[in-house]
Nanobody
Framework: QVQLVESGGGLVQAGGSLRLSCVAS????????VAWFRRAPGKEREFVSA????????YYKDSVKGRFTISRDNAKNTVYLQMNSLKPEDTAVYYC?????????????????WGKGTLVTVSS
């Protein structure tokens, strides 16, 4: 059983940056693909970014391409989401998830473990 804990959220002004971290414990983290999702107030959860177990392939939601960067350090059991040029519409609770598959268009379906989330608030 893998446990995931996110951190790094907070309040930032538009145009600012944050780096989210997702630390895993309880399993062989390097076996899993990892993804970030977010849920904005009053909206459905949506996919943000994903990275394969080796770190060799990354995927992004169109609206964050060029602004967000996902990376992982398997030696530290940690995945990062560097978020630059933040916009008010990026405000959401951000969740990391780990799983054995990345299914294009249905990334959540391939995730087996989920964290509890970290809140990101971007002020205008």
């Amino acid at each position: 059983q893998v446990q995931l804990v996110e951190s790094g959220g907070g309040l930032v002004q538009a145009g600012g940056s944050l780096r989210l971290s997702c630390v895993a414990s309880g399993g062989t983290f390097s076996n899993y693909h990892v993804a970030w999702f977010r849920r904005a107030p009053g909206k459905e959860r949506e996919f943000v970014s994903a990275i394969r177990w080796s770190g060799g392939f990354t995927y992004y939601k169109d609206s964050v391409k060029g602004r967000f960067t996902i990376s992982r350090d398997n030696a530290k059991n940690t995945v990062y989401l560097q978020m630059n040029s933040l916009k008010p519409e990026d405000t959401a609770v951000y969740y990391c998830a780990a799983g054995g598959r990345i299914v294009p268009g249905q990334v959540a379906s391939g995730m087996d473990y989920w964290g509890k989330g970290t809140l990101v608030t971007v002020s205008s």
